[in-house]
């Protein structure tokens, strides 16, 4: 090895999978060195993910196709190399938490690794102990993998990962399933573990939150071609804010370039009243198995009109009440209605038709050998018949952005896109009552956008619920925000009201964002939260009034 040679250097690396026509990376080369952070951006199938899956290791043990170019590690090819040998270098936290946990306890999937690298026994737990500490979630030491959250399920593939201490550290969307304020604490760890010496690369669509780990560069992809290699300032100041999420001033700064006249500003009424209840908690009570209650005397009522924002901690039993909406889940005590009727007698298919719900994990959704039948599956078992499902397959895909897909494997697709193939695998059931399950996982700005407009106004469809981390997407669309903490409701009401509490935000662990920030500011003009395309003649008009 060359003293002086970089963790990580990549050159000409292009990679085909064996059935697609395209390339899925075309000539990409860099190289990051130790002590550096590099953010890696780009839409939902832009290669990311191929990207690191070429560095780790995965192709092509595991992955089939073409492959050519020069990947270095630590100055060696890691095709020579055994998988114990290049697992003590690359360590890798995937976009989906349910394929990298394999154990049933916390304790032994963050001992997995070390284990199979026949570690000693007090050498294991010694790692175990101090990686739990340094994640702060030794209260999961003894939990069985099963029953943690989406988020918690997150923080123990990552310390599954650092267990074993590697020095090129690739993490792909780590913080997609993480409350805003866990999400802090790992963009500050990553830095940490960066400034110790390592090379880390951060794949993530959340560009601004990605900021506070003060990357030093920034890779941004489109199309499986590296667009732009450079300083992070360098990228903000050139990428589309319609399709990058960017800090509010950023963005702003770019959208007001544009010129907008005063006849821009528009007053927005006032959101009409809320109709008819779809679906009602009360006083829900529920623990998995023996184990100590997670919902707490739950009452909650969601009306026909409204978009609700429900939010809180890891852990706060945000999906585990809202399971309880598909049959999925039955209370210990209380009564959940769908549309009116106690659903203890109904059964998950017979609720389907009124609540659809997209899980937050698409592996725990998808089965079928083609997205044609992933599409019609549902449909048909409803009562559909054959013919009208199978028309339905190219709007429903044409809704997601995914039109042209119809006979992929579903398996064969990026995250970001599976998890777009889930929604709309739920709504071409045409449920009344949406519920998606951290909707933004995966997902580039652009498309949850396009994605969001799509939702409202598709036809039928009543009632949205988003559970989410994602603040800015309640600051945009909601109508309603539900705040929980330790299964129970801590707030619930207006976006414009509970979003302000600063006091309450802190407790459940929700970070103010830029573009809330800025909302609150131009309050008193627009009379109602807005996105960031609709804020920004608002405060050109706030500049002109300076």
Not at 30 to 59: D, P, Q, Y
Request: glycine fraction near 10%.
């Amino acid at each position: 090895m060359i003293e002086s040679s970089p963790p990580l250097a990549v050159d000409g690396l292009t990679f085909r999978y064996r059935t697609a026509a395209a390339p899925a990376l075309s000539n990409m080369s860099f190289a990051v060195g130790a002590g550096e952070l590099l953010l890696i951006a780009g839409g939902s199938g832009s290669g990311k993910s191929t990207l690191l899956r070429c560095l780790n290791g995965l192709i092509p043990r595991s992955y089939g196709g073409d492959l050519s170019g020069h990947i270095a590690i630590d100055g060696q090819d890691p095709a020579g190399m055994g998988l114990a040998q290049l697992a003590q270098l690359v360590g890798t936290i995937l976009q989906d938490p349910d394929r990298q946990i394999v154990t049933s306890y916390v304790e032994r999937q963050v001992a997995f690794g070390p284990e199979n690298l026949s570690w000693p026994r007090e050498r294991i737990r010694a790692a175990v102990q101090a990686t739990l500490e340094r994640l702060r979630i030794t209260e999961l030491h003894g939990r069985e993998t099963g029953g943690l959250s989406g988020g918690e399920r997150q923080k123990v593939a990552l310390a599954g990962l650092l267990s074993m201490n590697p020095r090129i550290l690739l993490l792909d969307e780590p913080l997609s399933s993480l409350d805003p304020a866990s999400a802090r604490e790992a963009l500050a760890l990553f830095r940490e573990l960066a400034d110790d010496g390592r090379a880390v690369l951060l794949v993530e669509h959340r560009v601004e939150d990605a900021l506070v780990a003060r990357p030093e560069r920034t890779l941004f992809m489109q199309d499986g071609r590296q667009v732009f290699l450079g300083p992070s300032d360098t990228f903000l100041g050139l990428a589309d804010p319609r399709e990058v999420k960017l800090p509010a001033d950023v963005a702003l700064a770019a959208l007001t370039a544009e010129t907008f006249e005063r006849s821009n500003v528009q007053t927005f009424p006032a959101r009409p009243a809320p109709g008819d209840a779809l679906l009602e908690f009360e006083d829900i009570r529920f623990g998995y198995g023996d184990g100590p209650e997670i919902l707490r005397g739950i009452s909650l009522t969601l009306r026909e009109g409204e978009v609700v924002a429900i939010m809180g901690p890891n852990g706060a039993g945000k999906s585990t009440l809202l399971r309880h909406g598909i049959g999925l889940l039955r209370p210990r005590s209380g009564q959940v209605r769908v549309a009116g009727v106690d659903a203890r007698g109904s059964t998950v298919a017979q609720l389907a038709p009124t609540v659809g719900y997209v899980f937050q994990s698409p592996s725990h959704m998808l089965f079928a050998p083609s997205v044609r039948a992933e599409l019609t599956f549902g449909p048909r078992n409803l009562g559909m018949d054959a013919a009208t499902a199978e028309a339905a397959v190219p709007m429903a895909l044409a809704q997601v952005g995914l039109s042209g897909f119809e006979d992929r494997a579903p398996l064969s697709l990026s995250f970001g896109q599976q998890k777009r193939l889930g929604i709309a695998a739920v709504l071409s059931m045409r449920p009344r009552v949406l519920v998606l399950d951290e909707p933004t996982a995966g997902q580039d700005y652009g498309s949850t956008q396009a994605l969001m407009r799509t939702i409202g106004g598709l036809e039928g469809l009543a009632a949205t619920v988003l559970i989410t981390h994602d603040v800015d997407m309640a600051v945009s669309y909601a109508t309603r925000v539900v705040l929980m903490r330790e299964g129970q409701i801590e707030s619930d009401g207006p976006p414009e009201q509970v979003l302000a509490d600063r006091a309450l935000l802190q407790r459940c662990r929700v970070v103010p964002t830029s573009l809330l920030e800025l909302n609150l500011r131009l309050l008193p003009r627009t009379g109602r939260f807005l996105p960031i395309e609709q804020l920004a003649p608002y405060a050109q008009a706030e500049m002109r009034n300076i």
